[in-house]
């Protein structure tokens, strides 16, 4: 049973950065993808980013490429979003998702296994 638990949000103002983890805590998979979705109030879940294990492809939404990275870290168990020049439209739960599928796929039904999100809110 794969169990992604993700850390990292919080409190930052327009500018900062901020570096959100998730990770397999089971270690129960050799999860070929893992990843990362927003979601702002009343809003639609978004992709942020994604990268294949030993990251063989990397995507970005259009809204934070140039701005965030992500990197899949401890075997592959872990994958790490480094954001930086955060702006106020990047408030939303964060959640990490993780599939068996070796490819990138932007929306959420493609995807097997979901965290339980961390909020991020960049103030003005």
């Known amino acids: 049973q794969v169990h992604l638990v993700e850390s990292g949000g919080g409190l930052v103002q327009t500018g900062e950065s901020l570096r959100l983890s998730c990770a397999d805590s089971n270690r129960t998979l050799d999860i070929f993808t893992m990843g990362w979705f927003r979601q702002a109030p009343g809003k639609e879940r978004e992709f942020v980013a994604a990268?294949?294990?030993?990251?063989?492809?990397?995507e970005y939404g259009d809204s934070v490429k140039g701005r965030f990275n992500i990197s899949r870290l401890d075997t592959n168990y872990m994958a790490v979003l480094q954001m930086t020049s955060l702006k106020p439209e990047d408030t939303a739960v964060y959640y990490c998702a993780a599939t068996l599928l070796e490819e990138i796929v932007r929306r959420p039904a493609g995807w097997e296994w979901w965290g339980k999100g961390t909020q991020v809110t960049v103030s003005s």
């Open positions: 990268a294949v294990k030993f990251d063989e492809a990397v």
